[in-house]
C-alpha cells in the first residue's frame, strides 16, 4: 500500500531469522511430533502451576498451542498429520489396553452388570436426545443435529455412526472431541458434588460419555475404575451405533 510505512529494518531482521530456522526444520517428518508431545508436557505443567485445577486442562492447552503453532507457520493439516501420526497410531493400543483392567474385575462387572445396564441405557439416550433437541431449539437444522446425536462415543464410532445416518463426520469429530475434553475437565467435580466417591461411578460415566481423557484419568488411579470406564466405552459405542440410525430412520 502507497501509505504504510516499509518494514523496520529490526522486524525485517527477525522475520529472515525466523525463516532460517523455520525453512529446514518444516521439512523433519518428527518436527510436529515433537511439537505435540511439548505442547502436552506444557500443558501438564500450566495445570501443576494451577495447582491441578480440572479447567487447565492438559489436553485442551496443547490442542490450543499446536493450534496456534500451526497458523503461525501457516502449516497445512495434512504435513502436521504426516509428522504427528505416531500418536493417532497410539489411540488404537492404548483403547484395547482398556480391555486388562476390565477383564481382571469380569466379576465385579458381572455381579453389576443390571445396575450398568440401567446406567448405560439413561445415559446413552440422554446425551442423544438432549444433543439432537439443543439443536432443535436453537434452530438449528437437521444435518447439524444428526451430527450432534452420536457425539457421546468414541471419535471413530461417532464419526461412522455421523456418515451413515447423514450427518457432517467433520463436525462430529469435533463435537465428540469437545465432548471429552469438557467430561475429562467438569465430570469428576459433578460426581462429588453429588456425594459419589466411588471410582466404579466414576469410570463408568467417564466411558459412558465417551472421553478417553476421563477415562485415562480415572485409569491412572483406579484399576477398578478404568475396568469401568473401558465398559462404558465400548458397551456405549455399541448402543449408539444400533440406537441412533432407527432414531434417524424414523425422524425421517
Keep these: 500500500h502507497p501509505c504504510r510505512p516499509p518494514p523496520r529494518p529490526k522486524a525485517r ?9 523455520w525453512t529446514p526444520l518444516s521439512s523433519t517428518p ?4 515433537v511439537v505435540t508431545l511439548g505442547a502436552y508436557v506444557a500443558g501438564r505443567h500450566i495445570q ?16 490450543v498451542l499446536v493450534g496456534a503453532g500451526l ?7 495434512q504435513t502436521y498429520f504426516t509428522g504427528a501420526q ?8 492404548v483403547t484395547v489396553a482398556l480391555a486388562v483392567p476390565l477383564a481382571e474385575n ?3 462387572v458381572w455381579r453389576n452388570l ?13 446425551s442423544v436426545i438432549s444433543g439432537v433437541g439443543l439443536v432443535w431449539a436453537l434452530g438449528g437444522t437437521r444435518d447439524v443435529a444428526l451430527s450432534m446425536a452420536p457425539k457421546a462415543v468414541t471419535t471413530p464410532i461417532a464419526m461412522t455412526v455421523s456418515l451413515q445416518i447423514g450427518g457432517v463426520p467433520a463436525l462430529t469429530a469435533a463435537l465428540a472431541i469437545l465432548g471429552g475434553i469438557v467430561a475429562a475437565m467438569i465430570g469428576r467435580h459433578m460426581l462429588r458434588q453429588f456425594a459419589i466417591e466411588d471410582l466404579r461411578a466414576h469410570g463408568l460415566a467417564a466411558g459412558v460419555a465417551g472421553s478417553g481423557i476421563a477415562a485415562a484419568q480415572i485409569a491412572a ?5 478404568a475396568a469401568f470406564a473401558a465398559l462404558g466405552i465400548g458397551l456405549n459405542g455399541l448402543l449408539t451405533a444400533l440406537v441412533v440410525p432407527v432414531l434417524a430412520a424414523l425422524w425421517r
Design 86 to 93: 505416531f500418536i493417532n497410531f497410539l489411540l488404537g493400543p
Design 114 to 126: 443390571t445396575s450398568i445396564g440401567l446406567a448405560l441405557l439413561a445415559g446413552s439416550l440422554t
Design 30 to 33: 518428527l518436527l510436529w511430533l
Design 48 to 63: 501443576a502451576r494451577c495447582g491441578g485445577a480440572a479447567y487447565a486442562s492438559p489436553v485442551l492447552i496443547a490442542i
Design 221 to 225: 488411579i483406579d484399576e477398578t475404575g
Design 106 to 108: 469380569f466379576g465385579l
Design 71 to 77: 497458523l503461525v507457520t501457516g502449516t497445512p493439516y
Design 13 to 21: 531482521r527477525m522475520t529472515a531469522a525466523f525463516n532460517a530456522l
